[in-house]
C-alpha cells in the first residue's frame, strides 16, 4: 500500500513555471513506476509522464515534450513534474499515480495508487 500527496499546483500566467511534488508514503517507493496524469473540466483523464524506478526509462505525451521534465528522489520518497512554457490548455487537475512494477504505462488502469490532485489553471 502506498499514499500519495501532490502539492505545488496553482495559478500561473502563460509562457510561466511550476514544479509538482508527489510524496509517497512507503518503504518501497524505489520499486514503484511513477506517473503523472492530468484531467481538465469535461474531458477524460490523460497520460503526462512516467519514469521507472531507476528513472533509467521515461515517457512523455506528445503535448508536454519538450516542456515538462519528471524526475525522483527515491530517498525523498518523491517524484516531481517540472512544468516550464505554460499553455492554457495544460490547465487541469494533475494526478500522481504508482505502478507496481517495472516498466513503464501510460494508461491510467496500469497504475495502482492515486493521489488526491493538485490544480494547475494557466491563464492567456
Known amino acids: 500500500q502506498v499514499q500519495l500527496v501532490e502539492s505545488g499546483g496553482g495559478l500561473m500566467r502563460a509562457g510561466g513555471s511550476l514544479t509538482l511534488s508527489c510524496a509517497a508514503s512507503?518503504?518501497?517507493?524505489?520499486?514503484?513506476?511513477m506517473g503523472w496524469f492530468r484531467q481538465a473540466p469535461g474531458k477524460a483523464r490523460e497520460f503526462v509522464a512516467a519514469?521507472?524506478?531507476?528513472?533509467?526509462?521515461?515517457d512523455y505525451a506528445d503535448s508536454v515534450k519538450g516542456r515538462f521534465t519528471i524526475s525522483r528522489d527515491n530517498a525523498k520518497n518523491t517524484v516531481y513534474l517540472q512544468m516550464n512554457s505554460l499553455k492554457p490548455e495544460d490547465t487541469a487537475v494533475y494526478y500522481c499515480?504508482?505502478?507496481?512494477?517495472?516498466?513503464?504505462?501510460?494508461?491510467?488502469?496500469?497504475?495502482?495508487?492515486w493521489g488526491q490532485g493538485t490544480q494547475v489553471t494557466v491563464s492567456s
Open positions: 499515480a504508482a505502478r507496481v512494477g517495472y516498466e513503464l504505462a501510460s494508461v491510467s488502469t496500469g497504475y495502482n495508487y
Open positions: 512507503g518503504r518501497t517507493f524505489s520499486s514503484y513506476t
Open positions: 519514469i521507472t524506478w531507476s528513472g533509467g526509462s521515461i
